[in-house]
Each structure stands twice: as structure tokens, then as C-alpha cells.
């Protein structure tokens, strides 16, 4: 079985080539070669003939959808209007633009992105130590000394487990999830929901903004005979139309969140915290070890649990 980061690589080739091939005949296009493009091609071609197929099916079946909504993909102003398609770095992802694939027209002074995922909907996997200041990281206000002497004494004891034996594995350590992961849970809510008190409307905001990317996008989720594409228009990017060419479908702008309402430990569970926010979002970070031996540091799996009635879903059925 390849794994997700091959799986996703491939995915992302598969949307850029099939969106230069349908558009190659209607408007000038080109593909930028660069590191990342072979990074993904170099996964793509290491598919059987019958994997490729799947991917490029349901590539196209996503991409005959963009088209539709984004006039601006197959209109350009003149020849020179040319199209730009290229893959991302990875770096990217670290300033909050989630984006995989850009579609550029500097012309129109026109970009749009897409977000490739294969059979998975996390949105991050950030981590917390007793370095990471992630208030600041994430909301741009920073966390309190408070936060910081609360985490520091189950920090330390992994930093001297650590110290001890490189080899310790995370099941060594008795009752972990009452020794770490609550203590850490449990200082991580009280801290949150202080920087949403003290900074009104900036923290639910901020949060919702680095979890989901800080550039309107489109995210395309391949599934198993199917493809899900969502639009996260938060900054009215998406979906404009062509002088008078309109898109073919209405695309809502994103209403983001003012203020948590609660933040609270999703039923029968010691790792995961749900918080619901106003507008209709809801997030749940599950807290894990990202390797079996111990290490000061630990990560998050966040998944957005539900978005506003106004997020734009699309389902298309895929054969193939």
C-alpha cells in the first residue's frame, strides 16, 4: 500500500495534467517543472497503468466541475493571458496556505488554489512542546507563563525518560493518557479558551484561519468511487466571473467565526478536545504520540468536524 503523502503527491499530478489537457485547445497554458512537480510525477508514474487511470478519472471528473464554476480557467484576455499550472512546496503549508496546486493569470491578476486530498480530511497535525508557543504560532497572541509552568513538569519527565534511554517506548509510561495527555489536554483548553476571552473576535477568527489556510481555496477529496470537492471562500476569491461570462453555479462567501462557545473532551475519550465556535464550525484536535519512543513533544490530529451551512460541497460519482 503506498502511503498518504504518495498517494496525495500522485493525485495532485494527476489534477495538474488533466487540467493542461482539457485546456490546452481553448487558451494558453503552461506547466512550471519545477521540484515538486517531479517530486509528484516521479509517484505518479510509480502507479500501475490501472492506479493511474483511477486518479486521472477522478481528476477530471473534478476538473470538468472547476470549469464550470471558474470561467476564468478556459477565458483569458489575449495569447498573452497565459495560464500558469504548478505544484506547491511543502514549506507553504507552514505560513498557513494549504494550497497543493495554483492556477495562475497574472494578467487578470487572477489565482486560484486547489488542496488535493486522498481519502482523508485532516487539516493539520500541529504539535505542542514546551518551546512551542502555539498561541502565537497559531492566533498570534501569545500564551501566557501560566500555560508554560502548567505543561513543564510532564514535559520534563519525557525530556528525562528521554535522557535516560533513547529507546523508551510511550506504553513504558503507567496510565499515559492520565500522566500526559490530560494534563497537557487539560492546561492546552484552559489556555485557549483565555486567549478567546482576552482577545474578542481576533482568537476564533485567527484559529479557524490557520487550521483552514489563510487563501481562499478549493479542496478536492478523492474517495473511493467518488470526489468531493468543498469551497472555502472565506475572502470572495473564488467563482468571479469572466467579463461577461458567468460561472454556472453560485459559490457563498464563508462566514468565520467571532467567538468559542466550548471547548470540551469528546465523549469517552482522554485524547480528544471538540470545540465548537460560533457561524457553524466545529474542531477536533485528538492528541497523540507521533512515534513509539518517547520525545518531549507531541502532536495533534485536527479534523474540522463540521463547517458553516455556507461551505460549498459538491459530490461527483466516479466509474472507474
Known amino acids: 500500500m503506498a502511503s498518504q503523502t504518495v498517494n496525495g503527491k500522485a493525485f495532485e499530478y494527476a489534477l495538474l495534467i488533466e487540467l493542461y489537457e482539457r485546456l490546452e485547445n481553448i487558451t494558453s497554458v503552461t506547466i512550471t517543472k519545477n521540484e515538486p512537480y517531479q517530486t509528484a510525477k516521479g509517484f505518479f508514474d510509480g502507479f500501475n497503468e490501472q ?5 486521472r478519472i477522478t481528476a477530471s471528473a473534478s476538473i470538468n466541475f472547476l470549469i464550470d464554476i471558474e470561467p476564468r480557467l478556459s477565458n483569458g484576455i489575449s495569447e498573452d493571458d497565459i495560464l500558469i499550472l504548478e505544484l506547491v512546496t511543502d514549506q507553504a503549508g507552514q505560513t ?3 494550497r497543493d496546486v495554483l492556477i495562475i493569470r497574472s494578467l487578470q491578476k487572477w489565482e486560484i488554489g486547489i488542496s488535493a486530498k486522498n481519502n482523508h480530511r485532516a487539516v493539520k497535525h500541529s504539535r505542542l512542546s514546551q518551546k512551542i508557543n502555539f498561541g502565537e504560532k497559531w492566533l498570534g497572541v501569545s500564551c501566557s507563563q501560566n500555560y508554560f509552568q502548567e505543561i513543564k513538569p510532564i514535559f520534563d519527565m519525557l525530556t528525562d525518560l528521554r535522557a535516560k534511554d533513547k529507546s523508551t517506548k510511550w506504553t513504558s509510561i503507567e496510565n499515559m493518557h492520565e500522566t500526559v495527555y490530560v494534563p497537557i489536554l487539560n492546561a492546552f483548553r484552559k489556555e485557549l479558551l483565555r486567549l478567546d476571552k482576552q482577545n474578542p473576535n481576533i482568537a476564533a477568527e485567527n484559529l479557524v484561519q490557520y487550521l483552514i489556510g489563510n487563501q481562499d481555496f478549493y479542496k478536492v477529496i478523492k474517495g473511493k468511487r467518488k ?6 471562500n472565506l475572502h ?3 467563482n468571479l466571473p469572466f467579463e461577461k461570462i458567468k460561472p454556472k453555479a453560485k459559490i457563498p462567501k464563508l462566514k468565520l467565526p467571532t467567538r468559542l ?3 470540551v473532551y469528546q465523549e469517552n475519550s482522554t485524547t480528544t478536545l471538540l470545540v465548537s465556535l460560533n457561524e457553524g464550525w466545529q474542531i477536533s484536535f485528538r492528541i ?6 518517547v520525545e518531549p513533544s507531541l502532536k495533534f490530529d485536527i479534523n474540522l468536524v463540521s463547517a458553516p451551512h455556507t461551505l460549498f460541497t459538491n459530490h461527483i ?3 472507474g
Not at 492506479?51 to 486518479?55: E, G, I, M, N, S
Open 51 to 55: 492506479d493511474q487511470d483511477t486518479f
Open 96 to 98: 498557513g496556505d494549504v
Open 227 to 232: 470526489v468531493e470537492i468543498q469551497a472555502y
Open 236 to 238: 470572495g476569491t473564488l
Open 261 to 263: 462557545i466550548e471547548m
Open 288 to 293: 497523540h504520540n507521533a512515534s513509539s519512543r
Open 317 to 319: 460519482f466516479v466509474n
